[in-house]
């Protein structure tokens, strides 16, 4: 009896060992079947063969046929080959007007949309909201930079009325340009939920006409604002150290580096972002805008100019953020320098200490402009 009992715990032993051995092994695997691209579509840019989203293997017409009468024995009255063809670039006849009227697809089409909605809105999406927050940052922990001397109650001419009035179109109609901009690219992720469908079609509507509408007033206004800055945003010597001390702005109560009218931030500003980006934004803008003399329209045309356009965009838009800090809450007396177009002399002796030099060495005038009549002037009535 005992025997027995010994036999049976052995055979019970060994029957589990063998159900943990098979639950450890892998399950054979099913027998491969062929994916359907209606349910398991193909991987994004899988197709892509080089850097440039453009570029799309050649098609093989043998392996095509080849693959064809295959799929005819499975599958009876396949038109994939129609299909195919209409998905081909190839241009058939077509009574409407215009480029590309014939081509029912466009096969860069989908690779520019994946590269939009994925590199563009993502990557680019990103920057615009880590630039705010690393700025929110760093005012947290620097504050604002205030003057280390009490003003004098002396003023110098910063920014002549005409300069100002440069400036401020300029700034209206690049926070125009970045609002609507910023709707259309990716208001569908958080403006759409909240507003339906409805209310955000009128809006985004209402907003890509001003967009179109305000672009060429910005190109105008950085054309002007090149004329007169440019001179005075040219390289000089003592630049280099700004840059490699950030103008001394982390130093504290240190002494911050000499400058000229515009230190180094306010050059790198210059023909960075306003010259760069601008004319990149500007010349993309008006190709989009399709207001260019001479050029063909083509969709592969329109769609490089649309993401030039976006990269130009949110380049320039992430490096106005820093300007419009240090120009706003940043710094003491900068807001007030373009509103008024004055500056105390305390100011310009600690900001642009050599720009203060020249003034006092006659070199500069401090007053540029026609000085505005004191009001008992005004009030005085015209000898006739």
Request: proline share 6%; hydrophobic share 45%; aromatic share 10%.
């Amino acid at each position: 009896m005992m025997a027995c009992w010994k036999h049976l715990a052995m055979a019970l032993l060994l029957s589990g060992a063998a159900a943990l051995a098979s639950a450890q092994q892998p399950a054979s695997a099913p027998a491969a079947v062929p994916a359907n691209p209606a349910v398991q579509p193909a991987q994004p840019f899988a197709n892509v063969v080089s850097e440039n989203v453009f570029d799309l293997p050649r098609r093989d017409l043998a392996k095509e046929a080849q693959d064809q009468t295959a799929r005819r024995v499975t599958q009876p009255g396949n038109n994939a080959p129609v299909w195919r063809e209409v998905n081909s670039d190839q241009a058939g006849y077509a009574s409407l007007p215009g480029l590309e009227s014939g081509v029912l697809i466009q096969r860069t089409g989908q690779k520019w949309r994946l590269f939009r909605n994925g590199v563009i809105t993502v990557w680019g999406g990103w920057l615009v909201v880590l630039v705010p927050l690393a700025i929110l940052a760093f005012f947290l922990r620097r504050g604002q930079i205030r003057l280390k001397e009490a003003p004098t109650g002396r003023r110098i001419e910063r920014f002549t009325p005409t300069e100002r009035y440069v400036h401020w179109t300029m700034a209206i109609s690049f926070v125009t340009l970045g609002v609507s901009g910023i709707a259309m690219l990716w208001g569908k992720h958080f403006l759409l939920p909240l507003m339906g469908h409805q209310l955000f079609g009128w809006l985004t509507y209402v907003l890509k006409n001003l967009h179109n509408l305000v672009g060429p007033l910005f190109t105008v206004s950085i054309v002007v604002a090149f004329v007169m800055w440019a001179h005075d945003n040219l390289p000089r010597r003592g630049d280099l150290q700004w840059l490699l001390r950030l103008g001394g702005m982390f130093g504290g109560h240190g002494a911050e580096v000499p400058s000229h009218r515009f230190n180094a931030g306010e050059k790198l500003w210059f023909w960075g972002g306003l010259v760069v980006f601008g004319l990149i934004l500007s010349a993309s803008g008006w190709v989009l805008d399709r207001i260019v003399p001479g050029v063909d329209y083509y969709r592969s045309t329109m769609q490089l100019a649309e993401i030039v356009h976006a990269i130009a965009a949110v380049g320039m838009i992430c490096l106005s953020l820093g300007h419009i800090y240090i120009g706003t809450i940043g710094m003491e007396g900068a807001y007030r320098a373009m509103r008024e177009g004055y500056v105390d002399e305390a100011w310009a002796k600690e900001h642009h200490v050599l720009w203060y030099d020249d003034i006092q060495a006659g070199k500069i005038p401090a007053q540029r402009s026609k000085p505005p009549e004191p009001p008992e002037a005004r009030e005085q009535p015209a000898k006739g």
